[in-house]
Every structure is written in structure tokens, then in C-alpha cells.
């Protein structure tokens, strides 16, 4: 029997029998990185920043144990991913250390598709303001 339980089967992490449920372990990761793309969008400004930000994170993964690589996230992000952290400090407090470094690789590669999504969004905005020259929305252009 898993050491933390009852905490994996509130969380969906385990059946009743306590076999892991893969699948929900990989959704929460991809909602994690979804919930952490959307503070960065609109934390940081520009696909440069977005880009460091990125850079930086992927070397704290590298650098840092999983213990302190959720703490990564707030002192990255801002205060306002205090809730990511202490999401992925708790998530890895009860699954076991194979089960968390798969966690964390599934969240960073959907954090890598969301940031890459906001940045081709952001790109395809631009491009199309400085074809309709520059104007904003609700001014006459071209």
C-alpha cells in the first residue's frame, strides 16, 4: 500500500486498489503547465521574455532537485505562481521519486507547447497589425 494514500486517491492519482491512473497524472501536469503559461502571459510581455523565462526554467530542472524545482517556479514567475508551486511541492510530496521526475517532464513539455503557442499567437498579432499599418482594433485601416 502507498505510503500516501489517501492523498493520491483524493487527487485522483490512484484507483481504490492504488494503482496509479496514469492518464489523470498527465492531465494534471498538462492543466498545471496551462495554469502556468496563462500567469506568464500575462506576467511577461514579448516572445523574448517568454523565451528566457523558458531558458531559465529548463536549467533550474536540470540544476535543481525535484524538491526545490517547484520553488523555481515562484521565484521565476512571480508571486503570482505561488499556487503552481505549492501545487507541484505537494504532488511531489506524495507520489514517489521515478513517479514525480515523469511529472515534471510531462509539465515541462506541455509548458513548452503552451509557451510556444502564446508565442506564435503573439507573432501572428504583431504580423498583422504592421500589415494593417500599425492601427489597433476599432481604427480605420486598411
Given at each position: 500500500?502507498?505510503?500516501?494514500?489517501?492523498?493520491?486517491?483524493?487527487?485522483?492519482?490512484?484507483?481504490?486498489?492504488?494503482?496509479?491512473?496514469e492518464?489523470?497524472?498527465?492531465?494534471?501536469?498538462?492543466?498545471?503547465?496551462?495554469?502556468?503559461?496563462?500567469?506568464?502571459?500575462?506576467?511577461?510581455?514579448?516572445?523574448?521574455?517568454?523565451?528566457?523565462?523558458?531558458?531559465?526554467?529548463?536549467?533550474?530542472w536540470?540544476?535543481?532537485?525535484?524538491?526545490?524545482?517547484?520553488?523555481?517556479?515562484?521565484?521565476?514567475?512571480?508571486?503570482?505562481?505561488?499556487?503552481?508551486?505549492?501545487?507541484?511541492?505537494?504532488?511531489?510530496?506524495?507520489?514517489?521519486?521515478?513517479?514525480?521526475?515523469?511529472?515534471?517532464?510531462?509539465?515541462?513539455?506541455?509548458?513548452?507547447?503552451?509557451?510556444a503557442?502564446?508565442?506564435?499567437?503573439?507573432?501572428?498579432?504583431?504580423?498583422?497589425?504592421?500589415?494593417?499599418?500599425?492601427?489597433?482594433?476599432?481604427?480605420?485601416?486598411?
Amino acid at each position: 500500500m502507498r505510503k500516501y494514500f489517501m492523498e493520491l486517491f483524493v487527487m485522483g492519482f490512484v484507483d481504490s486498489v492504488g494503482n496509479l491512473i496514469e492518464e489523470n497524472i498527465l492531465r494534471d501536469a498538462q492543466k498545471t503547465a496551462a495554469l502556468t503559461a496563462k500567469i506568464m502571459g500575462e506576467n511577461m510581455n514579448g516572445t523574448r521574455e517568454l523565451e528566457l523565462f523558458m531558458n531559465k526554467l529548463l536549467c533550474a530542472w536540470m540544476v535543481c532537485s525535484d524538491e526545490s524545482f517547484s520553488r523555481c517556479v515562484t521565484c521565476l514567475v512571480g508571486e503570482d505562481a505561488a499556487s503552481v508551486e505549492e501545487h507541484l511541492w505537494t504532488v511531489g510530496s506524495v507520489l514517489e521519486d521515478d513517479e514525480y521526475s515523469d511529472y515534471i517532464s510531462e509539465y515541462l513539455l506541455a509548458l513548452i507547447v503552451e509557451v510556444a503557442n502564446m508565442t506564435r499567437d503573439q507573432m501572428i498579432e504583431n504580423f498583422m497589425r504592421f500589415m494593417s499599418g500599425g492601427l489597433g482594433d476599432g481604427e480605420d485601416g486598411m
